[in-house]
Nanobody
Framework: VQLVESGGGLVQPGGSLRLSCAAS????????MTWVRQAPGKGLEWVSN??????YYVDSVKGRFTISRDNAKNTLFLQMNSLKSEDTAVYYC?????????WGQGTQVTVSS
């Protein structure tokens, strides 16, 4: 099993980024998938997951972030709009909806002017 995130970077407040998580080594469509983040000096925070056709978000990102998946391409996405400084974190994709049995290496998102 391998999960590889990409798409992070430096963006100004109010900007957008689209994170991707390429999955391999398992039947991607059979699993719930999750995004989790860790801000500097803080613990892990659940951000969003996709369970079948249902999506869920932490309150702080509702209306700004959108999780989606392309099962044909074995890829999970997180579209992040109206980014704020408090969204600065390393973002991880994880397999499952809790507990998570596999994690990616993470991608850094920095929101700063």
């Amino acid at each position: 099993v391998q999960l590889v995130e990409s798409g992070g970077g430096l963006v100004q407040p109010g900007g957008s980024l689209r994170l991707s998580c390429a999955a391999s080594g398992f039947t991607f469509s059979n699993y719930y998938m999750t995004w989790v983040r860790q801000a500097p000096g803080k613990g892990l925070e659940w951000v969003s997951n996709i369970v079948g056709s249902n999506t869920y978000y932490v309150d702080s990102v509702k209306g700004r972030f959108t999780i989606s998946r392309d099962n044909a391409k074995n890829t999970l996405f997180l579209q992040m709009n109206s980014l704020k400084s408090e969204d600065t974190a390393v973002y991880y994709c994880a397999r499952g909806a809790g507990p998570y049995d596999y994690w990616g290496q993470g991608t850094q998102v920095t929101v700063s002017s």
